[in-house]
């Protein structure tokens, strides 16, 4: 396909979706394009990270992109140093979270990063081991201290304590500093997550190249294949589903767990049953810290959790229910998995010639050595951290809406955590002083004006990219992580034109060939419409969604590379899948009928029905 | 026992220089339960026997040694001179025997009294490092009865003196006077589709992959050319078609000579279904491992047999050339992520 044009839309020429302008002032001034740095801005290329964003992201939320790219930046540019890059520039457009990987380009200064780099990453791999033990702990305590933090209303006055032990202090500030505890950990949490990830997908990297090398027609999935894991944390969510369904079955609680009714009715049903209880203190057991989980990564305040929304996982439970009736095996087939796993990098090794075998050797052992990193760093950040973090902010909603400064909870997410370090100052200092707060009429009508405004934006799915491509994609994660390559840029530009697509073009990320009704799903709570036999196509699919697999014939997204959690999950239930397609929810409709190739990365229109 | 003549299943047709390349792969599978179409060799023996009977080795000699081999009319004008020397010069007796009797024996095992076969070339040079020999020599679809196949036997011998074939062997160092000659003597495959299926990519040197092409009838448009086959490749070791492309088959052999248009209807489908893909890959993987080496194989779909059963093996030899690796590296992403790459193995070590 040839594109009509060879750069994408300028941040200056990007139209707001109608009802939405104004967009800007919603978020802090450096996220946003400036008049200043256009010339910069434009002759650079950003493609939309709806790998973590795949929504309109609300003011308070855009800390996400904030912790994010700082987390990202100080790893790669700074602490690493790798050699060619430093880190991702970012901005929001129209709502959503827009990077630009900022490369290396002066040979001496790659060459002087390069010594560095050596050094500092030579010091991670050899101790690897060591320092993942490490690393767990300290997310570990972090959750742990983010967890202990209170948000508590205000009182009448404040309680005996401050007085009795000459504290001398108010309550009052508590709020203001754990505020400030909560996001000082937010943010620590995002330097974590990068500190072994981008060393994680260098290993990995070294063993792709070499296969792409030895086999230049391999696919990205089958190099995955051979490296992944099939135990540890990043499947236990998913397998606790699997142990909840059999034992549903053993005492004989699956009747009440098939109930095509809410969580409520359907735990109801079960406490009703001789052995309901014991089901249920299973159930309630589990749950900590395994439904600490979301159905989507956690970085928008709305996404829910599967104990915030009982139905997502109750709903997989009742799915693995019926395939244990149709008398399937539903364990996963772990030792299998393990052997398939080795059979085929045994297969391809034997394929070498003798003197490549060392080096084949060396590199799958590198990348099996920090994969497990690569797969569950998910669980502790975006999983663990994230659902805590967004608990914390509701209780501190719920603060401000006992004391009449917001009228609802939701009120909080349209400022942004500057504005809300103001407002709560504002609530502490009213309080204190004994006056109305004045962020009552300051922000009340603002509030009710950005509503308008995230629902415009809403509205509209993203761009893929903005500013000038280059020639080549080159940077490393750009390709692995986000799925975005040269030949994904020119498909994005050849259909930017608009119209009507037969065909869109992603990258084959599980394999197989399926053919069925589209169902697009925007919120994981869409997922209960779902059909058996449906094509799911979503911006991203979460690892979560595992389970509504068993339903699905296949898994179209918009965005997400090889090394996505969903696409090792999508493998390994046999489910083709086609990631970074750039339009899927966009140009197809629920109703439509397409096949998609997992071997070929191809979604192809068959009829409109 | 003469030596004249052997079967597929005979011991002695795993003897390389008696029964030349093409005949060795047949009797390597035929032996191994790999299904090809069932046959003889004319031996290397028959073919020497013959020159030395009819004279015209000395002649063949005389006449190679004074051609000018820079010249492309002067070798024309001696490989016509020598085509119709093996035209004019019948087989001896004893050899005539032997070929008459294994063509009655490949008859009667098949049940036809004239079975229709294909005489085919199975030099020993084919194959030989470096030199493939490629459709060098000739191959005969569709002939019946003894006195037809034993025309074609010399013909096939006579394609050893063409002008091509002289150039070819001169070029890579071989006298044509030591190629040593066999021919295939096997049933006429009822293909409803046939092609040529390499373990290797052809393209990249992709050794995990296997790439398949196919046409509608006899192999002979793909081998020679003139129609777009249809083309598959297989990722070998996970077992799955990984692309299908539609190729452009505008008309099919029925036998040697007979083309018959392909409908548009056709034309537009792919002639082999993944069954058969997956089929035909488990069978090149069989061979690859048999043989050390990926392997260049043609096969045919018969018509008759019944599906899952239908595959027939036609021949077998090395791939002897493949894309160097080196060439194959030059984009700069890949350039990009080999760099940082490498930083990151020699941070490790």
Known sequence: MIPQTDRFAYFHEARAPEGAEGWERMYPYFLTSQPEGRASEDSRFWFADSMHWSRAVHPFDSIGAEAVYYGCGINGARSIVLPAALGLDVRMVNGYVYICPMPVTDPAEIEKRLALFQERAGFYYKNWDELYARWKEKMTVLVQRMKALKFEPLPEVEPMEVVTEGQGRSVSWELVENYHRLVNDFFLAWQYHFEMLGLGYGAYLVFFDLCKRAFPEIQDQTIARMVAGVEGIAFRPDDELRRLAKLGVELAVDEALRTKAGAAEILAEVQARPDGARWLEEFNAVREPWFNYFAEYGFLHDQETWSQNLDIPLQGIARYIELLRDGQDIDRPVARLHESRDEIAAEYRALLAPEETAQFDEALQLSRNVFPYIEEHNIYVEHWTHSVFWEKVRDLAGVFVKAGFFREESDLYHLNRFELDQALFDLVESWAIGVPARGVQHWGAEIAARRKIMAALRSETPAPAYGIPPKEVTDPFAIMNYGVTTERVQEWLSQSGGGATRRLQGIPASPGVAEGVVRVVRHENELSQLQPGEILVAAITAPSWASAFSVVSGVVTDIGGMMSHAAIVCREYGMPAVVSTGFATARLQNGQRVRIDGYKGTVVLVEAS | ?349
């Open chain 2, 1 to 349: 026992m003469s030596m004249l003549t052997v079967e597929f299943a005979h011991q002695s047709s795993l003897d390389k220089r008696l029964v030349g390349g093409k005949a060795h792969g047949l009797a390597l599978m035929t032996q191994a339960g790999i299904p090809v179409s069932p046959g003889f060799a004319v031996t290397t023996r028959a073919y020497r026997e013959y020159l030395d009977h009819t004279g015209l080795k000395a002649r063949l000699e005389a006449a190679l040694a004074d051609v000018n081999r820079e010249s492309i009319d002067a070798l024309d004008e001696a490989s016509h001179t020598i085509e119709a020397w093996f035209e004019r010069a019948p087989l001896p007796d004893h050899v005539l025997m032997a070929v008459s009797e294994g063509y009655a024996r490949l008859c009667a095992a098949l049940g036809s009294a004239d079975l229709s076969v294909a005489v085919r070339s199975s030099a020993t040079a084919e194959d030989s490092a470096g030199a493939s020999f490629a459709g060098e020599y000739e191959t005969f679809v569709g002939m019946r009865g003894v006195q037809d196949v034993e025309r074609h036997l010399r013909r096939c011998w006579a394609s050893a003196f063409t002008a091509r074939a002289l150039s070819y062997a001169w070029k890579n160092g071989i006298a044509p006077l030591d190629v040593e000659m066999a021919v295939v003597v096997q049933k006429t495959v009822n293909a409803r589709a046939a092609g040529v299926m390499f373990t290797v990519s052809p393209v990249t040197g992709d050794r995990s992959r296997i790439v398949i092409e196919a046409s509608y009838g006899l192999g002979l448009g793909v081998v020679g050319g003139d129609v777009t086959p249809d083309r598959y490749v297989v990722a070998k070791i996970e077992g799955h078609v990984v692309d299908r492309i539609v190729g452009d088959k505008h008309l099919e052999y029925l036998s040697g000579q007979e083309t018959m248009p392909v409908d548009d209807e056709r034309r537009a489908r792919l002639c082999l279904d993944d069954a058969e893909v997956m089929a035909l890959s488990r069978i090149g993987k069989q061979l690859e491992r048999m043989h050390g080496a990926p392997q260049d194989i043609e096969f045919a779909i018969d018509r008759e047999l019944p599906a899952g059963d239908n595959i027939v093996l036609l021949q077998c030899r090395p791939v002897t050339v493949l894309p160097t690796k080196a060439l194959l590296r030059s984009s700069a992403p890949v350039e990009a992520v080999a760099r940082f790459a490498s930083s990151v193995l020699s941070a490790a070590r």
